[in-house]
Structure formats: C-alpha cells, structure tokens
C-alpha cells in the first residue's frame, strides 16, 4: 500500500550563512555556508558534539538567542511554513494516541486531518497496530518511527531529520530510508546522521561537519550513482571506506573552542 | 471499594481520637470543644437542620467551584497568552487574594444582593487565586523542544496553546485545583459571612453567638464531610483524566 | 432591587420594608420578631423581612447606601456613624438602656472594679469599648493603662471560662450573664451607667437620613410599639411566637434572655430623648472619639 | 529594573482606575468604598500608624510562612514516603482547610494565647495546605524512569526522596509556594480575628468598627503592597533557583 | 590517561527464566531463558518491538506488574544492588551537572563520590570540558556518553546497556566501544544494539530475540575469537552478512502477538 501521492511543489534550494551563532559566548559558527540544492538529499555527518543539530535548527528558524545568520530559498521567498523537522529526541506528545501525534501538524494549522494518508503511514512505519497507544506505551524504536511518520505527514518542500533512523534495527532501518526515500524524493532534504552507509545511501550530497572552528567539508561522490543507492552496491563499501577515513581527521570527541 | 470504605473509617476514627485528645487537653471545657460523642449525638439529633443548610453550601460550592474554575482557567490563558498584559495584571490577581471580606461585604451586598450571588461571588473569589497561579505557572513552563516543533509545524499562537501548553498544563492544572477544592469550602461559608440566612457557615456563626458549641462543630463535621468527598472526587478524576502526568518525563 | 420605602400606596399589595438587624436574631430583637410574627406589620400593610448581618458594622452601611429601609445600631456608634458623615438618623429605639457591661468571674479575683488593676480584659472590637472601660476605670480610681486590654472578638465568655482574661468589656448582661451561669461559672457584672458612664439606648433603629420622613417608617414603629405592648401583657405567649418564629432559638439560654430582656424594652419607640444623645456625645468627646459635638436633630429624629 | 518599575507604577495606575469605576458604581459612597484619591490622602497622614501595623502584620506573614512552609513540606514528604499514612491522613488534611478561624479561635487563645503565636498558627494553618497539597502532588508524579534508574542504583527510600523526587517535585513546591505567598496576608489578617492588639487586619477591623472606611482601606492598600512585593520575590527567586523547571521534558 | 583499577568482583553468571511476561494482557514472553556467561559480554539483537528492552529490564528487577519470571545467579545470591542500568533513554538528571550526574550512584547509596575516578570517566567518554553543564546545555551525543560515564562508574559486577552507543558518530563510538570494553573486561554484560557490526565487535555470546511469540537464536562465533575485536578483522564483515540475514528473517517490524 502506499501513500496516495499529492502534487509535489516545486523543489526548492537553500543557502545558509551563519555568520554567528553562540551558546552562552561560546561560539559555535563564524561565517559558515551551507547549501542545500533543490529537490536533492543533503546528508550531514560530524562528530559528536560539533554543531550538527545546530545547524539544522538555524534552518528550522530555532537557533540560540543573538545568533546572526540568513537564509536564502532560489524563490526568494521565506522559508517560514515550508520546513519539517524531526528533532533528534521523538517529541512525541505524551498525552496524545500515536496516530493523534502523527496529524499533530495538521491540528497546529486548522487543517482537516489526512486520516487515510496518516493510516496509510501508519502501516508503512509498522505502526498501524498501536494507532491507539499513548507514546509511553511503545518501545524506542517505535517512538522513532512515530516521529519519523509525523514528519513524514507534514508533506513540506524542505525537510530536516536530525538521526531519524538511530533508535532501529538494520532491516527496519532500510525499510525506513526507503519510505523516507520514495515519499520524499524530489524534496530538499537535510539528514543528519552517525552511520556513512546511510549518509552514502540516500545522500546526493554528502557533508561532513568538522571543527571547532566548524568548517564543512563535502564528501565528493561517483558521478551518475542516483540515490537511493541498493544496499548490495559494491561502491558503496569502498565510499564508506573514503568517508570514514574522512571522519577519523578530525579533532578529539566532543571538544569545541 | 471495599478498602476504600476501610480508610475512610480508619480515618474517621483517627479524628475522632485526635479530637478526644485535642478535648481532654482543652481541659473538657464543652464550650471550647465539645466531645466528639456529644457532637456526633447532637449532628444525629439535627440531621435534618443540617441537612437544609449543607444543601446551600454545598450549592455554593460547587457554584463557587465552577464560576472561580471558569474564570481561573479563563484568566490564566489570558495572561499566558499574552506577556505583557501578565506583567501588569498578576499584581491586581494578587491584590484580589489579600481583601478580608468584612472590608467588601457591603459592596458585595450593594451590587449583588443577599441572595446566592454574593455568597457564590466569595467563594469564587477565593477559588480563582489557586487555579489561575497554577495553571499560569503550568502554561508557562512548557517544554521547549515542544514549543520549538509546534513552531516549525506552522501552529498559530492560538492552535499551540489549544494543542500544546493547554495539555502540557493540564497536570499543573489539576493540582491547582486540588488546592481550590481544599479552600472551596471555607470559601463558601466566609462568602456566608456576607450575610445570609441559610448554609453551614451561617449556622456555625449563629451557633457560635449562641454558645451552641455542640451545633457549631455538628455543622463543621458536615462541612468537613463536604470537602472530604470533594477532594477525594477530585483526586480520582484527575487520576482518571490525566494518566500521563509525570512531573518531568524522560 | 428593593423598590424605594415610599413608593407603596395603599393597594392590596403589602409594602416591602427590608429591617437589617445588628446580629443574628436574638431577643433583643423581640419586638420586631413579635410584629412580624403577630401580623402587627401585615396590620399596617408592610411585608417586612428581617437581615440579619454576620458583621454588626456592615447594616448602617447598607442603610445609608440604599439596600435597607432601616437597621438595628447601637446609639454609641450612631455618634461615630456621624461624626464620619454617614448619612443615617436614629428613628426609633429598641433597648432604651445599656445592655453593655463589663463581667468577671463571680467568687473570682474581682470583687470590685479596683479589683482590676493589673488585669487582663478582653474585648471585641466594638469601636468605643476602651471609652467606657476607661471612664469605668476612672470611676474606681484607675486608668486605663493600669490593665491590658486584648481584642477578643468572637469569644467572649469562653474567654473567661477558659481564664485567658480576668474580665471582658462588651458582654451583654441579658446574655452573656445567663450563658456563664447556664454553663455552671457564674458571672458578675459592672454596670457602665452606674460607673461614670451616662446611659444611653443600647439598641436604635436608624434610616437613611433623606427617608425618615418616609411614612413606612411610622408605620413600623406603630406596630413595634403595638408588639411591646403584646409583649409585655402576654409574656408567655409572645415567647411562644418568637420560638415558633425561630425554633431554633427554643432553649433554656434563650428563655433565660428573653425574660432579662423584656423590661428593658422602649415602651415607647418613637420618643426621642434629645438630652441623653447630647450627653453621651459629649462624653464621647471627652473621652476622644468624636471631634466635634454635632446638633442632635442631624442624627437622631423623633418619627411624627 | 527600571522596567520593572515602569511595570509597577503602570499596574498601580490600572488598580487605582479600577478602584475609581468601583467607587463611581457604588455610587461614590465612602463609607462603603472611598475613592482611591481619599484612601491615599489617608494613608500618607497616617503613613506611621500603618508602618506600625504593618511591621506586626509583616512578620506574622514571613513567620506564617516559614512555619506553614516548613510544616507543609515536612508533611508532603511524610506523606509521600508512606502511602499507607496519605491515604488515612490526607482527609485530615483538608479537613484542617475546612474549619473556619471563629470555630478553633478560642482554642488556639487557650493553647497559644493572645501573643503572636495563634496569629501566626492561624497563618501558618492557611499557607499550610497549598503547600503540602502542591509539594505531595509532585512528589507523586516522579517520572518512572528515574524512579527506575535509583532503584537499579541501590537507592534507598530516602536518598530516592532526596536526590530524586524532592528536586523534581520542587517546581510543583514553587507553584504551591506562590499559591501559600498569595493567601499569606489573609491568613495573617484571619489570624489577628483570632484576637490582637496591633497587626494590619486589627486595624481594619477596628476602623470598621469606628466606620473610619478609609483608614479601612488605607491599611488594605498597605496590606496589598506588602502581598505584591511578596509575590514578586517569590516569583524571581523561584525563576533564579530553578532554572530547569520546564513542565515536561522530553 | 586510565582509570585506576579497582579490585573486581568475581565474575558472576546468570540464568534469567521468563515465564510469563505481560503488558496490558498483551503477551510478550513466555517460557524463554536467557543464559548470561559469567564474566562474558552477551550482546542482544533484534527488530524493533520485539522485546529487548523488556528483557533486559526483567534482569535489572524492573518487570511490569503482573510478570512471572526468575532470576538465578551463579552465586545464588539475589542479584539486587550487583547490576548497572543504562536504560535507551538518557534519563539525566536536569538539575544536575554532568558531574553531579555521574556521582549520583554514590550519593544515592550515600557512599564518598569518587571524585577523582568521575574526572577521568569524564575524561575519556570526552566530556572533561563540560563537567559543569546542564543535561540541557549538551548535543544528544554528549548526553548519552554522560550516561555511559554514569553506568561505567558504576563498578558492578553485572553491566545492562541498552543501545548505549546509538546516537554517536563512528569514530566516537570505537572509542566508547573500547572504553566500554576495557572497563568492563570479565563483567558479565548484556548489551542490547542494533548494529551487528557492534555486536560481533564486543559480544562474546550473539543472541538474536525473535517474536512474536519471542524466543532467542544464538548466533554461532568462530572459535578463538576473543572479544573485543580489531574494527579491520576481516571476519567481521563475514559474520556480519550471516548475522544480518539471521536479522531478516523475522516478522514485520513493529508486530507484536
Ligand atoms: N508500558 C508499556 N505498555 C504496553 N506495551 C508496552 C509498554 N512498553 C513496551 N511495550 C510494548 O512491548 C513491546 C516490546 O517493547 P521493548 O521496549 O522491549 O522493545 P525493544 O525490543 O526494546 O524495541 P526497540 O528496539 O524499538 O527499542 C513493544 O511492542 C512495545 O510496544
Ligand atoms: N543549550 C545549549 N547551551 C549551551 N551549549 C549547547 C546547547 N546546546 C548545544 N550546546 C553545545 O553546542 C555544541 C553543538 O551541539 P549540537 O547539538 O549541535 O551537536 P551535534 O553535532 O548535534 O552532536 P550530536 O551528534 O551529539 O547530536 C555541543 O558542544 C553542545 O555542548
Ligand atoms: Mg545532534
Ligand atoms: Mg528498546
């Protein structure tokens, strides 16, 4: 079964300049670019502690107070109420069944709730069977998957997921990007995740987030390889080799200037 | 249930026994404190003078309940709502609370009358405080990272507080209104003080003029009998509508 | 809303007339009760309804804003009432002597009013009660720092009883008095109008300054003047229309009042005796509660 | 802080416009309600006689406080580490909410005598409820998964209360706290009823009795300041100690 | 910079038997043992949903209310206070520092913090420069190494991780891999983790949970492979294949009986 399609807008590029943003004066980006190109996957890789959440949220308009930062769409536009965003804890709402978490979206904007779409989610996610659970009824990787379904639901031309898949299983984990991939494909798309396999997978960009000073290295791709790339692809080995290679170079866990 | 039943008389025989001491060491002076066993004689003896006048209270109560309720929760979303207009009307809520009711009886009387309203007025008056602090302090400690998505999801300042702060809230909420329950009764008998000719508060002040201690503290044990049940019902519909409510969840 | 007293005519319809009493009712409210109770009220075509307060200084409030056609006061606090400029008028008068006294425990420490000195005395807050404990001290050589005074408010006698004060001032000797002997401690009591305080009218009947002219006024006082007659003719009869009124006054404290109340009833509640409310102003000046000693008729009017 | 002042200055000016619309409803009689211009006019004359009553009235609320607090947090924690003891006592807990001040005051005289102590016993017996109602309710509403994580830790009940369900039920005890410091000043008036000599609420009553309505309302206006600026502390201490307190976490 | 030894318990073993484990009426095991080699590292796999958190939970004595189960350890003696819990989520304390965080074992057994051991945990999981913080104040990351530290101080003779490694990127989570494996040498660990590769690193025992109705497969080991393992050992991706096909064939993600 799946989602029944709707019309897609257009793709839609971003540029972000963070010129600077600080937690409590510590400064986290100086004079950094980011750019998502239309309707393309961005994955984003870093270690531990080096911003990469940050950066999503300067995207999703949630940045720290006095930050200096801008962004830019191609159609000039703001990006206000274009954005969905999966934060990297589920924030699932505690009191709400799943499937009431999932048309969450819908309720914020006085919508008519998709229930066929969010049922048809539901299934997909493998969730359809604990529709009337509260969230602390579910297993993490069922919160995950809840959460990854309410993104999925908002339907926006960009997307952000911060560690979308981290809580899964591997074969759960594939099912998900291919469901992220097919429902999403043709949207801007910002994916932060810890695992090159699936940064190498769905990305047709692929960035690396290095620092402090953050800086943003892109991790160069065989051309012609379009994403989503089989699990069984032999290139995909010898990339994860390259871009964890990439990974090691890089400053001492969690420290920041 | 069965257990239930158990508790309520463990504790009843519990404040009978502190009762008996609190007695003996008022040195047995009935007309301080009457013994339990005379009182009890004499809330039988009167079952149905008390019985009227419970009936009144107990309409004021629940009158007091739902107008001090209504208006509560109402002015806690007003001024969560809206920041500035907290800034400047939390000191008038908190003026509300610090007037004795000997100082307003009149005025209450002028506008309101004798009748319900005043007393009702009161007791409402005396319910809000509770409620409003509580759910105000509630609505404004929602979770950021809630308030962060509710954002990027495109809500309007109204559907986020429908959605979000009011549910986030609801447990704070519940105990505010724990509290107004607890003073929901001595609300509704100082409202009697507006002047009145029925209710428990008036019987217990018109016992008390007449050295009826015995009646007076007859009337006290329906009251407490009053916000005994109150605040038991309402534990159990909080307990029942609110499942989720952890103070701080992980 | 009340319509105003002087709207009614002569219709079938009984005129409403609102009476705020100073307390709960108690025999000192007999001939209001009496009139009610006997249809002395419904005989001059009035339908009264008798208010009763659970604070003794919100009915001259309500009278002179309007919610009451009269109140019951106290002739002491009528001169305070319009030394503040409250628009009232005593129209009518239903104690016409002090019931006020000051009680100690009899066979206790206080024999005699010297006995107080160094004591304890409560009070509840009445307003002039420390004038008239201190004009009763000075009548016994004392002053009124020689004792302590602490407010008390809602416990008299329990308060001597329980020996937290040696006396109080405030007890009312046709009440208070039968309370302590009914409970087994028997009271004495001193008498303000026998220790340098001029007597005066414990309990009057004030209306709204602009309305004492209003003819349901007179009309009330006919009829308490009909009912103090009954009263005091048929005693026991009377008794039993107040308890019938009120049963839940029906007890031996209550029959007890009644009795010591009767003979202090005005026989005549309309008399005003312009003398005694210039006396008592001028004492009240003396002893520094009023400022000024207004001209009697500006708050206390003979109804004709 | 300037702004803060700006604030006060502006909630004054919208209090006294409230208070003159009341005045003119009753139709400026002052001796039920004088104007706010009159009322000021008095309280500065008599600035030194209400100082006076105010320092009394001051420190039975900050005593009152202190002991209602201290009580009421004893007594939550009590009765969240014994649940067998909460469901037996909390009936007499709201029970102690019911009585009103007329019926225990000669008690309280007897016990405690005509001092400061039954003022603030009477004080501390208004404040107490909020409180422990408020501090109990958070205690209870620990998230499991701490719970979890202590009793794994070898956790005993007390460092679990301690380390545990006490700091995560604080900001339930704040908003109690701020419910207790909005009743205090009635409570301390309540407990001058119970018979004084000097105190902000024998002030009021005894300028009631001389119908001297606008030193009546003179000392409410001290009355309302002292409730403000307590309320105020409160609330910023509250904001600067537990900076934390989000309702729920995810 | 190591942490100073501290003399081990003797390694214990433990038998878990689940007869009946239930939520809300929903069974979730009945009749399943778990085997847990003393001094060894156990690491548990399986989809999301299938039970692993619940199983692991059986063993740190935190069943829901109604199950039937038994623990019997080698020793004989009660397990209760021998066992360290990193449950999926953090569970951080709020209002304590990181610091604060790691020693509350110690204040909750009122026992001296060993203050000293903290600093250098806190050290090597990378959060020397963030002692200070606030949970709040941390990247997911860094939140879930400050949880390691916590469990690491524990110093029990029994370790229960539940994905303690999931939200870190992969060169970090070698490093806490190693840490983890160094500190908790001859302990008796059960790991739960999604990632095989993990898994064949560390586990000295591979057990797969499959469900519904839930039962366990162990995955068999060359022989003489001691754990832990070089990430470059090129029999890893061998087993990784083999335990990632023991992996699919499962039910559908998410069911439940
Ligand atoms: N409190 C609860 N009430 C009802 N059902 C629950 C509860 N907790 C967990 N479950 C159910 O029990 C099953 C097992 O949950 P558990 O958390 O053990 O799964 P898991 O294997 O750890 O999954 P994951 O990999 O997603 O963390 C799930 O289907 C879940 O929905
Ligand atoms: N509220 C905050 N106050 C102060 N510092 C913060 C705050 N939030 C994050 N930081 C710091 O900012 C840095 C970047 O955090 P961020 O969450 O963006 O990291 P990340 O790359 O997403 O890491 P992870 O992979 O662990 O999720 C971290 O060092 C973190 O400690
Ligand atoms: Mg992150
Ligand atoms: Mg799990």
């Known amino acids: 079964m799946t989602v029944a399609s709707v019309a897609s807008p257009p793709p839609l590029g971003l540029t972000l300049t963070a010129r600077h943003v600080t937690y409590d004066g510590i400064t986290l980006f100086r004079d950094l670019t980011l750019d998502l190109p239309a309707g393309h996957w961005t994955c984003l890789l870093g270690i531990s502690g080096v911003g990469k959440s940050s950066l999503l949220r300067l995207l999703a308009d949630l940045a720290p107070a006095g930050s200096d930062y801008h962004v830019q769409t191609s159609d000039n536009r703001p990006l206000t109420d274009r954005v969905a965003y999966m934060a990297q804890q589920d924030l699932l709402l505690p009191w709400l069944s799943v499937l009431d978490n999932i048309t969450l979206g819908a309720r914020l904007r006085r919508q008519p709730a998709d229930t066929a779409r969010a049922a048809s989610l539901l299934e997909q996610v493998g969730l359809a069977d604990f529709r009337h659970r509260r969230p602390d009824q579910l297993s993490g990787g069922q919160r995950q998957r809840a959460a990854l379904a309410r993104t999925l639901m908002e339907d926006r031309p960009v997307v952000l997921m911060d560690e979308p898949f981290s809580a899964l299983d591997p074969v759960t984990r594939l099912q998900m990007q291919d469901l992220a991939a097919t429902l999403l494909d043709r949207r801007t798309v910002l994916l932060v995740t810890h695992d090159p396999l699936e940064a190498l997978r769905l990305g047709e960009q692929v960035l690396v987030l290095t620092g402090p000073p953050a800086s943003l290295t892109s991790h160069p791709l065989p051309a012609d390889w379009p994403a989503p790339r089989a699990v069984d692809d032999p290139r995909l080995t010898n990339q994860q080799g390259a871009l964890l290679a990439r990974l090691v170079h890089q400053r001492p866990a969690g420290a920041v200037s | ?250 | 809303l009340l319509p105003p007293a002087n709207a009614a005519t002569s219709t079938a319809s009984a005129e409403k007339v609102t009476i705020m009493l100073d307390w709960f009712v108690n025999p000192d409210h007999a001939p209001l009760v009496i009139a009610k109770a006997k249809g002395f009220f419904a005989d001059e075509g009035l339908d009264v309804d008798l208010q009763a307060p659970a604070d003794p200084n919100d009915p001259p409030k309500l009278v002179a804003a309007g919610k009451a056609d009269l109140a019951v006061s106290y002739q002491p606090q009528l001169h305070l009432q319009a030394a503040e400029g409250l628009p009232v008028v005593r129209v009518g008068t239903l104690v016409a002597t002090p019931l006020n006294s000051l009680v100690a425990l009899k066979g206790g420490p206080i024999a005699s009013l010297k006995d107080l000195k160094g004591r304890k005395i409560g009070y509840s807050v009445g307003g002039f009660e420390d004038a008239v404990l201190g004009a009763m001290l000075e009548s016994a050589g004392l002053k009124l720092s020689d004792v302590e005074l602490v407010n008390i408010n809602f416990s008299l006698s329990p308060a001597i009883y329980a020996g937290q004060v040696d006396a109080v001032i405030g007890a009312f000797r046709n009440f208070e008095l039968n309370q302590m002997d009914l409970a087994g401690k028997p009271g004495i009591a001193f008498y303000p109008e026998e220790n340098g305080v001029p007597a005066y009218d414990e309990l009057i009947l004030i209306a709204r300054k602009d309305r004492a002219n209003a003819p349901a006024l007179k009309k009330v006082l006919a009829a308490s003047e009909r009912a103090v007659q009954y009263i005091l003719n048929h005693p026991t009869e009377a008794w039993d229309a107040f308890v019938k009124a009120y049963p839940e006054l029906n007890d031996d404290l209550n029959k007890r009042a009644w009795a010591d109340t009767l003979p202090r009833l005005a026989l005549r509640p309309a008399a005003l005796d312009s003398g005694r409310y210039q006396r008592f102003a001028e004492f009240l000046k003396q002893r520094g509660l009023i400022k000024d000693i207004l001209p009697v008729e500006q708050y206390a009017v003979a109804v004709r």
């Open chain 2, 1 to 250: 249930m069965i257990r239930r039943l158990i508790h309520i008389l463990v504790s009843m025989v519990m404040t009978a026994l502190l009762w008996q001491i609190a007695y003996l060491a008022a040195g047995q002076q009935d007309y301080l404190l009457p013994s339990p066993l005379k009182t009890l004689t004499t809330a039988v003896l009167k079952a149905d003078l008390l019985a009227r006048h419970a009936l009144t209270t107990g309409a004021e109560i629940l009158l007091g309940l739902l107008g001090g309720g209504l208006v509560g929760v109402a002015s806690a979303l007003l001024l969560a709502s809206f920041a500035p207009l907290r800034r400047w009307l939390v000191p008038v809520l908190v003026i509300s609370q610090a007037i004795p009711v000997f100082a307003i009886a009149p005025l209450l009387v002028l506008w309101l009358g004798y009748g319900m309203a005043s007393k009702v007025a009161m007791a409402s008056l005396i319910i809000y405080f509770p409620i409003t602090t509580a759910f105000l302090d509630g609505l404004s400690r929602t979770a950021p990272g809630w308030l962060d998505l509710a954002q990027v999801m495109g809500g309007s300042r109204w559907t986020v507080l429908r959605h979000i702060r009011i549910p986030a809230a609801l447990p704070s909420l519940g105990a505010g209104l724990k509290v107004a329950v607890g003073v929901a009764p001595i609300g509704a008998v100082i409202g009697e003080w507006v002047g009145s000719s029925t209710g428990l508060g008036y019987l217990m002040l018109h016992a008390n003029a007449r050295m009826q201690v015995d009646l007076m503290f007859a009337a006290l044990l329906v009251l407490a009998g009053l916000a005994i049940t109150l605040f038991w019902v309402t534990d159990r519909l909080l307990a029942r509508l609110l499942p989720w409510r952890a103070t701080t969840n992980e």
